[in-house]
Nanobody, 115 residues
């Protein structure tokens, strides 16, 4: 059974930084994609950033230049460094792991950016 546990959310002022972590455990195929999604109240869940096991990255336009995704494949852990945070970044952030055509989700961590 695959489990994902996120950490690192919280309350920060606009312009501040936060670092999210997501650790995956269980039987995980070595070729996979890990990513961060977010969902604000009343909005659909959207991709923030993703990184493959080959470390190919993809970012939403709204976070390019501010957020950086990275991973430690030996630890099955993915990170999201968020800088220059804006109030519109406020959302629940979810970690996702994809391999062998299956998706696994974490429980989510709240990020709140005050103006």
């Amino acid at each position: 059974q695959v489990q994902l546990v996120e950490s690192g959310g919280g309350l920060v002022q606009a312009g501040g930084s936060l670092r999210l972590s997501c650790a995956a455990s269980g039987s995980i195929f070595s070729s996979n994609v890990m990513g961060w999604y977010r969902q604000a109240p009343g909005k659909q869940r959207e991709l923030v950033a993703s990184i493959s096991s080959a470390e190919v990255t993809n970012y939403a336009d709204s976070v390019k230049g501010r957020f950086t995704i990275s991973r430690d494949s030996a630890k099955n852990t993915v990170y999201l460094q968020m800088n220059s945070l804006k109030p519109e970044d406020t959302a629940v952030y979810y970690c996702k792991l994809n391999f062998l055509w299956r998706n696994y989700w974490g429980q989510g961590t709240q990020v709140t950016v005050s103006s």
